[in-house]
Structures are given as structure tokens and as C-alpha cells.
């Protein structure tokens, strides 16, 4: 079975950084494009960024931008999102989705992606 499952969610304080990992099983990740999104309490839930099949090309929310860093290590069959400068409002539980489709580009469209992690807690509070 077709599995992804987040980790690295955790409490930090303002300007501090977290990196979250998404690690697929079932199938390799060479093949996908990967996207993050999140949904804070309240709210709907939102694009945070994503990375082509095959590397060559990311897009970034404009609230995060500059801020976080998406990458993949296929050797690890693994995503990663690193959260630099974080802020109170980034605090929400994040989830990680593929779709099975070879591109050099990605797109945040939720209903075009095929699986999904069951999230991990991001929580910024001092």
C-alpha cells in the first residue's frame, strides 16, 4: 500500500526552524511530484510549496517565500521541507501529498494530488 508519512512537527519559538521530512513507502518518489500544504486551526487548508519529479523546478507560497526550502533525496525516498524565520503563523499541521505524474513542473492544486500523509503538528508560540 501507498504510504507517506510526515515527521519533525514540533513546538518552536518565533525566528526558530524546524525541518519536516515525508517519507514515502510503497512506491518510490522519483516519479511524483510532492507537494506540502497546511491548515491552521479555523482555516482552510492552503499550499505551502512543491517540487517537480524530477527536481528541476519548486513554487513557494508568497507567505512563505524566502522562508522555507523544499528538497527531495531520493536515495532516502524522502521529502523535506525546511522552515526557516518561523513565525505564529505558521502554525498548523502539515501535510505532505504526491501525484503520480513525471513533470518539471508543480503546481499547489489539492484535488490533483493522489496520496497524502496524515500531517504533523507545527506549533510557533514563545
Known amino acids: 500500500q501507498l504510504q507517506l508519512v510526515e515527521s519533525g512537527g514540533g513546538l518552536v519559538q518565533p525566528g526558530g526552524s524546524l525541518r519536516l521530512s515525508c517519507a514515502a513507502s510503497?512506491?518510490?518518489?522519483?516519479?511524483?511530484?510532492i507537494g506540502w500544504f497546511r491548515q491552521a486551526p479555523g482555516k482552510e487548508r492552503e499550499g505551502v510549496a512543491c517540487?517537480?519529479?524530477?527536481?528541476?523546478?519548486?513554487n513557494y507560497a508568497d507567505s512563505v517565500k524566502g522562508r522555507f526550502t523544499i528538497s527531495r533525496d531520493n536515495t532516502k525516498n524522502t521529502v523535506y521541507l525546511q522552515m526557516n524565520s518561523l513565525k505564529p503563523e505558521d502554525t498548523a499541521n502539515y501535510y505532505c501529498?504526491?501525484?503520480?505524474?513525471?513533470?518539471?513542473?508543480?503546481?499547489?492544486?489539492?484535488?490533483?494530488?493522489?496520496?497524502w500523509g496524515q500531517g504533523t503538528q507545527v506549533t510557533v508560540s514563545s
Open positions: 510503497g512506491f518510490t518518489l522519483d516519479h511524483y511530484v
Open positions: 501529498a504526491a501525484k503520480n505524474i513525471v513533470a518539471a513542473m508543480c503546481v499547489m492544486v489539492q484535488k490533483t494530488y493522489d496520496y
Open positions: 517540487i517537480s519529479s524530477s527536481s528541476a523546478s519548486t
